[in-house]
């Protein structure tokens, strides 16, 4: 067990206290976008998002597509995704025609040359949709937008193995998708039980063989900490099989389990969950058994092989944090499309309306789905590029930073940099006249560093709007 002496994890490039992180660690931000999505207001428009989608074609850049797709064919407890159970085909079947109609108004806002480099189909469950459908919908955005089809590309989709057989997977590489992500959560059978989410570890295995003779290029892994019935032993077992299978990435979350905001989470006993030093616990001892099987730990929840693009991202100055996550490709634009998507196009983000009954009216009435967003100011991309420096490489040069945006770095955080004193007492940063650095010990509570530089949340109503750091 962790005591509340440091431990020192050398190879990790982390070091638990356990003091620290019973102090910081509490609800903040995740920081996939700054401002964050609480700040959006229903002051933004349709005729804002226009405005803002035209302009952008001067800049030339890139375009990165996202796609929701909301359906489950089951729940599963945990989840706290924005997603619909169902097996009403009618319903998927209207959404399908309306959310082809939102791209057909996306795409003709943008010029034909920009290409999209990324892609990225959520969920829900992406591979709800049959083959036909799936086909049909990546035809109808290839027809709309100018698709990268280079080895550049970087075309994803999240999947359910529990909907996917091997020839599936051939198919979605087929349709052009390179990159996979299988939500795992856990192998252990009684926490599937708990969690109505059972899959077999050879299912699994045999779906990554085939991914991988199809020609995938990069697949992931989601896992969760602090899932009903955990222990460091059982949790131990899965990432020993999935060390086996060797995803090329892994994603490892924390359960947060707030069953007041998702229904589904009240189906979970709130007894069965891990006490908060067993969690602590997992986390520990996943990093320590990814870094030991060759995994870079990249931050927060991410870790990479070696030769993977995050792994590069984060030495050349690519790699960027937003709403899929940490990822590559930081220059694109972001168009989203479908139920409660983010887009962020230059300096705005825009969200689409979060339930499909109003999504649907509004497409049907001819309308675009945008219902609330933010026109970010000069401060909120200044304080936007700090998070993402931290949360990125871990450390950020003050004259750098200032000659890049053409600020006295200094007089200009002044306030923040004072801020930071007693997080560089407890040794979680180093504050020196050059600029600042995340410490070993600092690493595990990064968004904890980077609520200096938010100038919003002093105005947060609730710490429960947030998920706890750990």
């Known amino acids: 067990m962790i005591t509340d002496t440091d431990q020192s994890q050398g190879h990790t490039g982390v070091c638990f206290d356990t003091d620290l992180i019973v102090r910081y660690g509490g609800r903040g931000p995740r920081y996939t976008s700054y401002p964050t ?10 005729d804002d998002y226009k405005r803002h989608a035209i302009a952008s074609n001067d800049s030339d850049v890139p375009l990165s597509l996202y796609v929701h797709i909301p359906f489950c064919h089951s729940l ?8 619909i159970v169902t097996h009403n085909q009618a319903r998927v079947d209207r959404y399908l025609e309306m959310l082809y109609r939102e791209i057909d108004m996306q795409a003709a806002l943008f010029d034909r040359s920009r290409k999209i480099e990324q892609l990225h189909f959520g969920g829900g469950t992406p591979t709800y949709l049959d083959r036909d459908q799936l086909a049909d919908l990546m035809d109808h955005l290839r027809n709309a937008f100018n698709f990268d089809d280079s080895e550049n590309r970087e075309f994803s989709i999240e999947v359910d193995p529990r909907t996917v057989d091997a020839d599936r997977i051939r198919h979605l590489a087929e349709l052009g998708f390179n990159r996979l992500s299988l939500g795992i959560q856990d192998f252990d059978p009684g926490v599937q039980e708990a969690v109505n989410r059972a899959q077999t570890p050879d299912e699994v295995r045999t779906l990554v063989k085939s991914a991988v003779d199809s020609g995938f290029g990069s697949i992931s892994f989601d896992l969760i900490y602090g899932l009903p019935h955990q222990t460091v032993e059982s949790f131990n077992t899965t990432l020993d099989l999935v060390i086996t299978m060797k995803p090329d990435r892994l994603a490892v979350y924390n359960y947060a389990h707030l069953p007041q905001r998702f229904k589904g989470q009240r189906m979970i006993n709130a007894d ?9 616990e997992l986390l520990r001892h996943t990093i320590d058994k990814l870094c030991d099987a060759g995994y870079v730990y990249i931050g927060m929840d991410h870790f990479a092989l070696p030769g993977d693009e995050l792994v590069e991202a984060r030495g050349n100055g690519t790699l960027q944090r937003n709403f899929q996550g940490y990822s590559t490709h930081r220059h694109c634009d972001l168009v989203s499309l479908g139920v409660s998507g983010i887009s962020h196009i230059g300096n705005l983000f825009a969200q689409n309306a979060i339930t499909t009954m ?13 219902r609330k967003g933010i026109e970010v100011d000069d401060d909120d991309l200044l304080r936007a590029d700090v998070i993402q420096a931290l949360m990125c490489y871990d450390s950020l040069s003050f004259d750098d930073f200032g000659a890049g945006h053409g600020i006295d770095f200094r007089r200009y955080f002044a306030t923040e940099i004072k801020r930071l004193a ?7 940063v180093e504050v020196s006249d050059s600029g600042v650095a995340i410490t070993q010990k600092g690493r595990l509570l990064l968004r904890s560093i980077a609520m200096v530089f938010d100038r919003y949340i002093d105005q947060a109503e609730n710490d429960n709007r947030f998920s706890k750091a750990i």
């Open 358 to 370: 109003e999504y649907e009216a509004l497409i049907e009435s001819g309308e675009m789905p945008i």
């Open 272 to 280: 069965d969950i891990p006490l908060p030093e067993t969690k602590l």
């Open 422 to 428: 007693p997080l560089a007492e407890d040794e979680l």
């Open 76 to 83: 599963c407890y945990y989840c706290g995704c924005n997603k």
């Open 37 to 46: 999505a609480l700040q959006f207001s229903d002051s933004v428009t349709e």
